[in-house]
T-cell receptor, first 115, second 113 residues
Framework: GAVVSQHPSWVICKSGTSVKIECRSLDFQATTMFWYRQFPKQSLMLMATSNEGSKATYEQGVEKDKFLINHASLTLSTLTVTSAHPEDSSFYIC???????????FGPGTRLTVL | QKEVEQNSGPLSVPEGAIASLNCTYSDRGSQSFFWYRQYSGKSPELIMFIYSNGDKEDGRFTAQLNKASQYVSLLIRDSQPSDSATYLCAVNRVTGGGNKLTFGTGTQLKVEL
């Protein structure tokens, strides 16, 4: 399968600071990237969908100004959690799909802890 | 009604047995169906996908789809302890925002020695 990387794998930050998470497709061009959040013992919740060169489409209830998504190239998308608070602590996972396939391949995830 | 429903389990099977995981979905317009495996603390990994009614086999895994009943299942033959994980069913739908996957809450599988 296709390979997707995420960086960092974990991050601890103070309340009020911003955190940027990178998602890269390593061996294919990701025309669409997705950002998910998963709280303990819960399922994946889609936060937003981004197509290369376009503004992200956010799911209902997800604050656009708090979770900034940029998909500037076919191999890189970033999620910035602005003014993070403890309730933003979660497992953030990106996935990517390519031009010629529907499957989504997931990155390894980023565990965010906000103190 | 949830869009994608799975029994949360845990489903316990002895080593070597067949594990049967089930999933139902509500949107009749759903076009493709995916099974992901997620180990605790890790991200999901794709096991297989199916688009057409019937069975699709890949090694020890068989996906079954019945669009009339809005039902998709995953069979794992010769279950191994390493198969112990949460299995997520996902359904693809085309929206104004493009293709999106909707995930079920997952079924926890435990394969016992």
């Amino acid at each position: 399968g296709a390979v997707v990387s995420q960086h960092p794998s974990w991050v601890i930050c103070k309340s009020g600071t911003s955190v940027k998470i990178e998602c890269r497709s390593l061996d294919f061009q990701a025309t669409t990237m997705f950002w998910y959040r998963q709280f303990p013992k819960q399922s994946l919740m889609l936060m937003a969908t981004s197509n290369e060169g376009s503004k992200a489409t956010y799911e209902q209830g997800v604050e656009k100004d708090k979770f900034l998504i940029n998909h500037a190239s076919l191999t890189l998308s970033t999620l910035t959690v602005t003014s993070a608070h403890p309730e933003d602590s979660s497992f953030y996972i990106c996935s990517a799909s390519g031009r010629w396939f529907n499957e989504q391949f997931f990155g390894p995830g980023t565990r965010l802890t906000v103190l | 009604q949830k869009e994608v429903e799975q029994n949360s389990g845990p489903l316990s099977v002895p080593e070597g047995a067949i594990a049967s995981l089930n999933c139902t979905y509500s949107d009749r317009g759903s076009q493709s169906f995916f099974w992901y495996r997620q180990y605790s603390g890790k991200s999901p990994e794709l096991i297989m996908f199916i688009y057409s009614n019937g069975d699709k086999e890949d090694g020890r895994f068989t996906a079954q789809l019945n669009k009339a009943s809005q039902y998709v299942s995953l069979l794992i033959r010769d279950s191994q302890p390493s198969d112990s994980a949460t299995y997520l069913c996902a359904v693809n739908r085309v929206t104004g925002g493009g293709n999106k996957l909707t995930f079920g809450t997952g079924t926890q599988l435990k394969v016992e020695l």
